[in-house]
């Protein structure tokens, strides 16, 4: 079993910048593959990053070139730096956790999330 803690969600303007972590803890980080997803009110939870064990990174379009997501395995976390945000970033974000994923832009293919974590951005 892992859990995945997620922090750092807030309310920021349009342009401005956000870091949102998350911790795990339960099973042997390094192994596992990390990702980012967002639900919006009213809208279906989509896929935003994610990062293998190897530290691959793939994006959704939306948020390439302004979204960074990061790993550190001494530390357990992995973190999403959000620059150039916009008003359709605003949405609860959670952390998701997986070992064998046959597809990263599924939900269905994460085993392992988090509580969520919110992030407004207002214009």
């Known amino acids: 079993q892992v859990q995945l803690v997620e922090s750092g969600g807030a309310l920021v303007q349009a342009g401005g910048s956000l870091r949102v972590s998350c911790a795990a803890s339960?099973?042997?980080?390094?192994?596992?593959?990390m990702g980012w997803f967002r639900q919006a009110p009213g809208k279906e939870r989509e896929f935003v990053a994610f990062i293998s064990w190897r530290a691959t990174t793939a994006y959704a379009d939306s948020v390439k070139g302004r979204f960074t997501i990061s790993r550190d395995n001494a530390k357990n976390t992995v973190t999403l730096q959000m620059n150039s945000l916009k008003p359709d970033d605003t949405a609860v974000y959670y952390c998701t956790a997986g070992e064998r994923i046959t597809n990263i832009y599924r939900r269905d293919g994460y085993s392992y999330w988090g509580q969520g974590t919110q992030v407004t951005v207002s214009s």
């Open positions: 339960g099973r042997t980080f390094s192994s596992l593959a």
